[in-house]
């Protein structure tokens, strides 16, 4: 039997239950939140979450290649312009405030840029979403931004509990989560009402459902893999070689 599609108002409700999987319930983020990462955690947290940054423009820029409502491209362009800032504007773009995050953590913007940090599990996790992004339809790569309804809770989490449990970061450094605050909600919005009107059978919407999941997944092993190589120690051929074996790159 055909099951009949939910109302949009319990559809949004389906859609934000999974804030339940998000990576905020990650044992290693719950660690770094509760301020019990070592500063080399804390370090390499920021160093490959770089990568998922400098995806970011990337992924968004697949979905503005693949949009032909220019309504929508009008205002997914900002999202582009957020991370990547613009010549001769003042405020700061996302990938620069990220940088300076790395800078306050004390790591310096060769270490940063060079990719030396980047755990092989990460550029896979973080590739998956870009190459999706470039497959699948406008609509359904928006659906797939939708973590971020859950964002604004992990960011304002992080400004909370980070000045006193790392004294040791420089304050200026908390500029992204700030900056992020505001722009997450925004984004949420206009990406929540392409889904919205987009998914509408009962079989789409449970598409939909899937696809957040899936980026849900990707969040969840970034974080696995951070976890195993920082917290365990366990970083990719551990007593067999240095890590800069790893493979360079984008693939
Ligand atoms: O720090 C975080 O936990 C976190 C998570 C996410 C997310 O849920 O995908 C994003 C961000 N930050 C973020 O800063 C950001 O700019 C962003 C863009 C997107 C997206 O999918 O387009 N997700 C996220």
């Keep these: 039997m055909l099951k ?30 509760a301020g019990h990462c070592s500063k080399e955690e804390i370090q ?66 060769d270490e940063l840029l060079n990719e030396f940090h980047i755990l092989p599990g990460v550029k896979f996790a973080v590739n998956a979403y870009v190459n999706f992004a470039r497959r699948a339809s406008w609509q359904e790569a928006a659906c797939s931004s939708l973590t971020e309804m859950f964002a604004p809770e992990i960011h304002q989490s992080r400004l909370d509990t980070w000045p006193t449990h790392y004294t040791w970061i420089n304050q200026e450094g908390f500029t992204y989560f700030q900056m992020r605050l505001g722009q997450a909600r925004r984004d949420v919005e206009h990406g929540l009402q392409i889904t919205l009107d987009h998914f509408v059978t009962r079989n789409q919407q449970e598409r939909a459902l899937n696809i957040l999941q899936f980026k849900i997944d990707i969040l969840w092993s970034i974080a696995d893999a951070i976890c195993f190589a920082y917290e365990y120690g366990r970083k990719p051929f551990d007593g067999i070689a240095n890590q800069q074996v790893c493979h360079t790159g984008r693939f």
């Excluded at 290649?65 to 491209?73: F, G, L, S």
């Excluded at 582009?80 to 790591?107: K, M, N």
Aim: with cysteine; aromatic share 10%.
């Design 4 to 33: 009949p599609a939910w109302t949009k108002e319990e559809f949004e409700q389906q859609l934000r239950a999974k804030g339940a999987y998000y990576h905020i319930h990650h044992p290693f983020h719950k660690r770094m939140n």
């Design 44 to 109: 390499g947290w920021v160093a490959n979450r770089l990568y998922y940054q400098m995806a970011i423009p990337v992924k968004d820029a697949a979905i503005l290649a693949n949009c032909e409502d220019q309504e929508v491209r009008r205002t997914w362009i900002q999202r582009l312009i957020d991370h990547d800032g613009r010549e001769g504007d003042t405020s700061l773009g996302g990938i620069e405030a990220w940088l300076r995050l790395g800078e306050a953590v004390g790591l310096n913007r």
